[in-house]
């Protein structure tokens, strides 16, 4: 079993930065990746970012390329998603998660296990 503990979230206004830690533990894989997802109200849990635990590899989503950044310390087991220029339509409840695959993908149901959430909410 993985435990993964999300913090960070908050609220900020439109253009402020907030920074997201996931923390894991419990069993670890050798390799693997870990996602961020997000979820609005009324919307279905989409897409962020992912990074590979062993080559730092990331993908983004268009909607958060060059205002995200994801990153990790393998010592800590932890990642980061730094989160700057934040648009109230980032607001949403972000949670990270944990592939059993070096390999991150886009696809919710690719994930193993995942983290109770943190909310970021934006404001105009």
């Known amino acids: 079993q993985v435990q993964l503990v999300e913090s960070g979230g908050g609220l900020v206004q439109a253009g402020d930065s907030l920074r997201l830690s996931c923390a894991a533990s419990g069993r670890t894989f050798s390799r693997y990746a870990m996602g961020w997802f997000r979820q609005a109200p009324g919307k279905e849990r989409e897409f962020v970012a992912t990074?590979?635990?062993?080559?730092?590899?990331?993908y983004y989503a268009d909607s958060v390329k060059g205002r995200f950044t994801s990153s990790r310390d393998t010592a800590k087991n932890t990642v980061y998603l730094q989160m700057n220029s934040l648009k109230p339509e980032d607001t949403a409840v972000y949670y990270c998660?944990?592939?059993?695959?070096?390999?991150?993908?886009?696809?919710?149901?690719?994930?193993?296990?995942w983290g109770q959430g943190t909310q970021v909410t934006v404001s105009s």
């Open positions: 990074i590979s635990r062993s080559s730092g590899m990331t």
């Open positions: 998660a944990v592939r059993d695959h070096p390999l991150g993908v886009t696809r919710v149901t690719e994930y193993d296990y």
